[in-house]
Nanobody, 123 residues
């Protein structure tokens, strides 16, 4: 089992920035991916970004391209989501998830999930 813990959420004004962290337990898979997803009230969960390990390939949802950047620190077993130029529509609970396979923005792909961290962007 892989455990994941998100942190870094909070309240920020539109145009501001936040950096989310996803600390995960050590994994023994040679290839795996960490994904970020979000779910706003009354909406379905949406794929935000993902990153492959070890090659570092990334993918982004259309709504965040050019504003969000995903990165990983494999020594610290942590994946980051730098969120810039935040908009009120980015308000959601953000989750990170693990899959022992390639990066995907489809939540059905993932096997393990964190508890989520709230991001609220005020206008």
């Amino acid at each position: 089992e892989v455990q994941l813990v998100e942190s870094g959420g909070g309240l920020v004004q539109a145009g501001g920035s936040l950096r989310l962290s996803c600390a995960h337990s050590r994994v023994t898979f040679e290839d795996y991916a960490i994904g970020w997803f979000r779910q706003a009230p009354g909406k379905e969960r949406e794929g935000v970004s993902c990153i492959d390990s070890p090659d570092g390939s990334t993918d982004y949802g259309d709504s965040v391209k050019g504003r969000f950047t995903i990165s990983s620190d494999n020594v610290k077993n942590t994946v980051y989501l730098q969120m810039n130029s935040l908009k009120p529509e980015d308000t959601a609970v953000y989750y990170c998830a693990f899959v022992g396979s390639v990066c995907s923005l489809y939540e059905e792909t993932y096997d393990y999930w964190g508890q989520g961290t709230q991001v609220t962007v005020s206008s």
